[in-house]
DNA sequence: GATGAATGAGTTTTCATTCAT
DNA sequence: AATGAATGAAAACTCATTCAT
């Protein structure tokens, strides 16, 4: 009886993780509107009450989501960007990669991201439209430092790169497969040389 | 009996024409399943029996939006690289350019294509599938091509080049903005570009 | 050329027949409400507006097979019970026979009676009931001149044992199968068997 | 905290109750198809939703008023068909009297069995097919019996004796008034009357 | 913390019928 | 005689959310 953190049901998370991780399944599955709040709540073995106790909406649960990749993704490029002592072209190469792999590792939260952004209320979209424009921000800083070290072509637009790559990202929900050919690590360097082939100098 | 043509109804198009415009501009502004068939027809100026006289359902209505992008794209892409005279490289640049443009002069399409695929049903989704394969291979096949003949890099996966300037082409709806600072020429100019770099031999 | 009353398309019969004979198959399958009038103008392979040519109203469709069964079985009733050189008990078993074996001849006619009374509009409702009703009186005066000549049990109302023996023959659309075990003159002969032994003195 | 368990409504019974019971009563008034659920509500005095809530479809209102009477009959003849002491031409007599009389009794559910059998879904269908076919084949039990046993005639097929009789009892819905002249008891009297002569040695 | 009955506005789709041609 | 586009009302069903317990 000392292990008190031992949640009391047998189920093995507590109710509000088990609820989102069951809602960003379905969400991946079906997309957001075609998942009922029933689906979830049956999913995660618990009621309609139980939800709207801890969340205010269904709106809400996806925000949940949405704040938890934006986090994740954003703390890690921190790190990687942060590195001062490595060469600009390493760090993008390798924050390029990391995201591939953190995305890939994440396949839900990524289909989910590019598909229910316009899901969300208004306010929600801005608040969650503002962290990711601070994340593509930090990115493009790589490149813009890259141009100013002279590693980088001057001619490609820094913007349009981030837009390019992200692009690129966004859209590995769509096609990549957990059991296909490629790993994510190969899928990742692969992605990585070619962004660094597009913005540097020959 | 010199009656022209011209419908009696102050509305310019035909019906099913007026149908798939209004709900091209809908499905893109808010989403397949946030616009309502009531909302289509009520923009159209028509009734709901109107349009399931046309169209078998709403789902229908998306497909054959689906459908005219296919063949659109599909008709260019086949004109540019059946071009034999002219270098693979220039071809694939003109080819990348190409559907920038298009894609942006197209964007309530560009922008519905890689939200709703999923909200079409099961067989029509698969037949979409299928017709972008058709694409992306011929797309493929161009990058093969300047592999074999040494212009482009043999380390570079044909088949995640595609994936990799697709997914930035597929989110040129995310982000592009018809008042924005960028024409559609620059745009597709720099992607081009970057994709050039990306997979030529430096 | 000479055969002038060959239609001129194609198909065999004439459309009002052919819309009658498709109605009557759909009814009998799906029953009236299910059966859409698209569907019975697609059989007949004629359009909406060619029904709506010959027959008023779905209603009209489904009043005209009403009349149809109605003139047949008044007028073969009328043929059996007619003949006045013939005892009255086999005057009784052979309408009854006949009833069923005409019943089972028509099986799509006796499914869509019994079934789709309620669904004819209130005045085409009186008029089939009132149609029946005669008929009825018409089957009851062979029980009662049994009883008046004494070779029917007194005991029995006439009226129940018409509507004891017309449930069991409307009810043949419920159970009897074309490719069953039983002919239809098994069926006959054993239900005006049956109806015999429980009207007639023992 | 007296308040006893009566709902807080006026109405008196619980709401599955309440809908099952308007929904009896209008599908034998109108018949399945001309019943719409928002009548069945507005009767119930209950939203959509609720019933929604407590019942699956349409459908499933329908099949849970056929499982009533199912069991009900069963249940009866069972009782009646297993009393062993009494001799078997009795023991068919108050059977089949005690069908017309329960049918009688419940003449908006024997309007609706005949009616509306093909309006379930087919998997529904199947179920009280099946169920029917149960009661059917106790019923002819007892004709077999009274056949072994030299009581009833060796001619009649009995399974031709069971559709015959049910036939009448189904029927009872079409023609029984309950203001008309005749008792549940008279008609019941008289339906057994006739089956007994039907099947029995003179 | 959690339940589950109930709401009410919404959804897509169907359909008999009309009518200009 | 026949077409087929168009109507308009109604259909069954769904769902996020609330609230008394």
Redesign the interface.
């Known amino acids: 009886m000392a292990r008190s953190t031992t949640p009391p049901k047998a189920t093995a998370a507590a109710v509000p993780q088990r609820l989102l991780a069951e809602a960003t399944r379905l969400f991946a599955e079906?997309?957001y509107?075609?998942t009922s709040v029933q689906e979830i709540v049956e999913a995660a073995g618990v009621t309609k009450g139980a939800l709207y106790h801890y969340f205010g909406s269904k709106d809400d649960l996806l925000h949940e989501i949405y704040g938890r990749v934006l986090r994740l993704q954003m703390q890690r490029l921190e790190a990687i960007a942060g590195k001062e002592a490595t060469p600009v072209a390493e760090r993008l190469v390798e924050a390029a990669a990391d995201v591939v792999v953190t995305s890939i590792g994440n396949l839900d939260d990524t289909k989910i991201f590019?598909?229910s952004?316009?899901?969300l209320s208004p306010e929600k979209q801005k608040a969650v439209r503002a962290d990711r424009r601070r994340y593509h921000e930090k990115f493009r800083a790589l490149v813009e430092e890259g141009q100013r070290e002279g590693v980088f072509?001057q001619?490609?637009?820094p913007d349009?790169?981030v837009?390019?790559?992200?692009?690129?990202?966004?859209?590995?929900g769509?096609?990549y497969r957990e059991d296909g050919p490629?790993s994510a690590g190969q899928?990742a360097a692969?992605?990585a040389?070619?962004?660094l082939?597009?913005?540097r100098q020959?």
């Open positions: 079906r997309g509107d075609r590019f598909r952004m316009h899901q072509r001619e490609v637009r349009l790169v837009d390019f790559f992200f692009g690129a990202v966004h859209h590995l769509t096609w490629l899928v692969d992605f040389d070619m962004l082939h597009s913005v020959p």
